[in-house]
């Protein structure tokens, strides 16, 4: 076994197994595309408001995709062989990613409910659409972060 | 966080084990962790059991149909032991490089093959 006190470059070696590591985290086509599909959901809650008929309730679809988000995660962990800590907005690196993806949820969803009520239609189904397309963009975003913090070893070497 | 060597960690095997380990992952599937580290099934299962008895490293084992797959990841103590021989180890190549620097700036006399030796066993923490 070599000793890495004789070997300088072994800081070298481990930076270049980290970025191994790190070119793994590839997210699947079946996970862009539920990704996708969850947030057209979350986008399609305002015309529920209007357009679902009263007394339909809405959690059971709640609960299915927060069910699905989860296998979606455990799939991910699964076909790339890492998993990932939960991160919440404390988490620097992240941070502007984060909230990049409430904002756009927020402005969008508020867009939205504003276009139906005055009957633009047409127009909140281009938001919503929008929408999704902002949030796989930053979901694009959180990957390069996280392939960014794998290499680098969040600082570590 | 202190810069000091772990001679747990110190052979290179173990080394990459660990740094993959302290890369930002919660948990690492064992063929992610050989394939990224570029080592064999069996050398892994090895350094990895030394890991675990020293209580540096966790493992998980399941299953998903089939097909057995094992998790590791650093525990707390395993963590503030690599972080700690990371930057013993940042800090021992950049003497390296400055001695190295240092050599090619004429500092010292062309053939003083001793002077890394030198700068290194204060790092070493050994003379």
């Given amino acids: ?157 | 966080m202190i810069a000091k060597p772990d001679p747990l960690i110190h052979p290179i095997t173990r080394l990459s084990i660990c740094g993959l380990l302290a890369a930002g992952a919660d948990w690492v599937e064992f063929a992610a962790l050989r394939d990224a580290a570029g080592i064999s099934d069996s050398v892994l299962s090895k350094q990895s059991r030394v890991l675990e008895d020293a209580g540096y490293v966790e493992v998980r084992k399941g299953a998903v149909g089939r097909r057995p797959r094992t998790w590791f990841r650093l525990t707390a103590e395993g963590r503030q032991a690599v972080a700690g021989h990371l930057a013993w180890l940042a800090q021992l190549e950049e003497a390296v490089s400055a001695s190295t620097r240092g050599r090619a700036a004429g500092e010292a006399p062309p053939g003083d093959r001793d002077q890394p030796r030198r700068v290194l066993p204060p790092l070493l923490g050994s003379t």
């Avoid at chain 1, 357009?51 to 069910?67: C, E, H, N």
């Avoid at chain 1, 988490?91 to 009520?117: C, K």
């Avoid at chain 1, 909140?124 to 902002?134: D, F, R």
């Fill in chain 1, 1 to 157: 076994m070599r000793d890495v006190a004789s070997d300088p470059a072994a800081l070298e070696l481990l930076r270049v197994q980290r970025g191994r590591l790190a070119d793994r985290m590839r997210l699947p086509w079946w996970y862009q595309s539920g990704t996708a599909i969850l947030w057209a959901l979350v986008f399609a809650g305002p015309f529920s408001s209007r357009y679902l008929p009263r007394g339909v309730p809405t959690w059971p679809i709640l609960v299915a995709a927060v069910a699905v988000a989860c296998l979606m995660q455990w799939g991910l962990a699964w076909a790339t062989g890492i998993k990932l800590p939960f991160r919440n907005l404390r988490y620097r690196p992240g941070r502007p990613v984060g909230i990049a993806i409430l904002v756009v949820f927020l402005a969008a969803g508020e867009t939205e409910f504003l276009l139906i009520r005055h009957g633009l239609l047409a127009a909140a189904i281009a938001v919503a659409a929008l929408g999704v397309a902002a949030e796989m963009a930053c979901l694009q975003v959180a990957l390069r972060v996280t392939r960014r913090e794998l290499r680098g070893g969040g600082g570590a070497a």
